[in-house]
């Protein structure tokens, strides 16, 4: 059935949610390849503090309505991946 289309290929972790049956089953029924990386702990993505950081914040702030939620994650979202106590940490930690 979906034979002429273009070949869809997705990478991802190796998270519970990512290697359910049914989700590989799904997969191979639409023609989607799935690659799975490497196992590796997500605490040396820098990115993953950036989300914990912002989800500190959220979760005690009162959300109004959708709008304000996605200009809420916006303003943190910037002040998180843009500050360079967060780097700087990272980079001491698993770098330098």
Known sequence: MFENEKRIVIVLDNAKTHIAKIGKTIAK?????????????????????????????????????????????????????NSRTLVENWLDTYIN
């Open 29 to 81: 029924i639409l023609n989607i390849k799935l690659v799975f990386l490497e196992k590796y702990a997500s605490d040396i993505n820098p990115i993953e503090r950036v989300w914990y950081s912002i989800k500190d914040k959220l979760s005690v702030t009162y959300v109004e309505d959708e709008m304000f939620l996605m200009t809420e994650f916006s303003r943190y979202f910037y002040i998180y991946a």
